[in-house]
Nanobody, 110 residues
């Protein structure tokens, strides 16, 4: 399975971004990719996932600002991030069963 996160960029504090994670090489409907983020020098932080049955789980640390969803037809899971703050600046990754895609950088300016 290959995973590709996209949608990062520079946003002002209080703004929003929607990240996408598209999978290939597998039947997306049978997997539940996780979203993580990492600030250089710090541990990766788990953020969210949506089960194959469509149940969403979001880390308390970013709830309710972040929401997660999936579109099986597009083989994509989305991370909607609202009211972004400077502490959300990080590289965001999606992963499944040990497969990590290249991350996408989110930079929040104050």
């Amino acid at each position: 399975v290959q995973l590709q996160a996209s949608g990062g960029g520079l946003v002002q504090s209080g703004g929003s971004l929607r990240l996408s994670c598209t999978a290939s090489g597998t039947d997306f409907s049978t997997i539940a990719p996780d979203w993580y983020r990492q600030v250089p020098g710090k541990q990766r932080e788990w953020l969210a996932t949506v089960t194959t049955g469509g149940i969403a789980f979001v880390a308390d640390s970013v709830k309710p600002r972040f929401q997660v969803s999936r579109n099986n037809a597009a083989s994509t899971t989305y991370l909607q991030m609202n009211n972004l703050q400077s502490e959300d600046t990080a590289i965001y990754y999606c992963t499944n069963l040990g497969h990590w895609g290249p991350g996408t950088l989110v930079t929040v300016s104050s």
